[in-house]
Nanobody, 123 residues
Framework: QVQLVESGGGSVQAGGSLRLSCAVSGFTYGWYCMAWFRQAPGKKREGVGIIDSWGGTTYSESVKGRFTISQDNAKSALYLQMNNLKSEDSGMYYC?????????????????WGQGTPVTVSS
């Protein structure tokens, strides 16, 4: 059974940085697709970025150039480095995964989700 556990959220001033982690377990050998999403209160869940089995990444326009997704296969971990944070980056951050080739960065394309970790950016 695939399990995802996020950590690393917190409060930070605008312009600051945070690094989120997602511990991954239960994947079998083969293709996979992993992503970060976020959801602010009263808003829809939106995709932040995606990473595929070969390490290829794609980011939403709102975070491009500021956020970086990486993975450590030896540690079975996914990371989201967030720099130059803005107040609009605040929300609950989720890692998501599925054992398929990556498609669009949409919540319905991912079967497995973590519980989320909160990020608050104050201006």
């Amino acid at each position: 059974q695939v399990q995802l556990v996020e950590s690393g959220g917190g409060s930070v001033q605008a312009g600051g940085s945070l690094r989120l982690s997602c511990a991954v377990s239960g994947f079998t050998y083969g293709w996979y697709c992993m992503a970060w999403f976020r959801q602010a209160p009263g808003k829809k869940r939106e995709g932040v970025g995606i990473i595929d089995s070969w390490g290829g990444t794609t980011y939403s326009e709102s975070v491009k150039g500021r956020f970086t997704i990486s993975q450590d296969n030896a540690k079975s971990a996914l990371y989201l480095q967030m720099n130059n944070l803005k107040s609009e980056d605040s929300g609950m951050y989720y890692c998501a995964a599925d054992q398929v080739r990556c498609g669009a960065l949409e919540p319905e394309n991912f079967a497995y989700w973590g519980q989320g970790t909160p990020v608050t950016v104050s201006s």
